[in-house]
T-cell receptor, first 112, second 113 residues
Framework: SQKIEQNSEALNIQEGKTATLTCNYT??????LQWYRQDPGRGPVFLLL?????KEKRKERLKVTFDTTLKQSLFHITASQPADSATYLC???????????FGKGTTLSVSS | NAGVTQTPKFQVLKTGQSMTLQCAQD?????MSWYRQDPGMGLRLIHY???????DQGEVPNGYNVSRSTTEDFPLRLLSAAPSQTSVYFC????????????FGSGTRLTVV
């Protein structure tokens, strides 16, 4: 079965810096990969989807890359703000594409 | 408001009791899923459905049943609650194979004593 690993449980950075989160996966070649944000006590919120034929996708201060050779996605938040503090989750479709499997998440803390 | 509605928000059960967690969506989404979230374990897939009458098991299905009689509703049944089922449960829905991602409910916090 597929395995998803997010590189660290916690990441602390200063306001204005770029946060980079890593998602690695094994035993699988997904057609796409998704990133979600989760705030304490709330459900995850969808941020971005990147497909296997896309190298990079951007949305405002967010940038996602997808390297199918390395089996890795990088999630960048540029000019980070304290409001970006949250847990970020990487998710891949199951083999049939009928449900999502999630990594354990990385908790980002941005200090002012 | 359009979205995924989960009830109840909080529940305390005694070991051995049964209950149903409700999930409803009004976006005409085909795909629906149930997850549990535990500290340090992330979101784990319990059961999922690709349409009315079709369900399948996820990563951790034991102790749970689901059914999907309508597109809108996807209830999760705990057959005989155990302390190991203490968790936060999330329901999510998505248009089939779509790029808009999944929409999650606000969760049900369940404690089994």
């Amino acid at each position: 079965s597929q395995k998803i690993e997010q590189n660290s449980e916690a990441l602390n950075i200063q306001e204005g810096k770029t946060a980079t989160l890593t998602c690695n996966y094994t035993n699988y070649s997904p057609a796409y990969l998704q990133w979600y944000r989760q705030d304490p006590g709330r459900g995850p919120v969808f941020l971005l989807l990147i497909r296997e034929n896309e190298k990079e996708k951007r949305k405002e201060r967010l940038k996602v890359t997808f390297d199918t050779t390395l089996k890795q996605s990088l999630f960048h938040i540029t000019a980070s703000q304290p409001a970006d503090s949250a847990t970020y989750l990487c998710a891949l479709p199951n083999q049939a594409g009928t449900a999502l499997i999630f990594g354990k998440g990385t908790t980002l803390s941005v200090s002012s | 408001n359009a979205g995924v509605t989960q009830t109840p928000k909080f529940q305390v059960l005694k070991t051995g009791q049964s209950m149903t967690l409700q999930c409803a969506q009004d976006m005409n989404h085909e795909y629906m899923s149930w997850y549990r979230q535990d500290p340090g374990m992330g979101l784990r897939l319990i059961h999922y459905s690709v349409g009315a009458g079709i369900t399948d098991q996820g990563e951790v299905p034991n102790g749970y049943n689901v059914s999907r009689s309508t597109t809108e509703d996807f209830p999760l049944r705990l057959l005989s609650a155990a302390p190991s089922q203490t968790s936060v449960y999330f329901c999510a829905s998505s248009p089939a194979r779509d790029s808009r991602g999944y929409t999650f409910g606000s969760g049900t916090r369940l404690t089994v004593v």
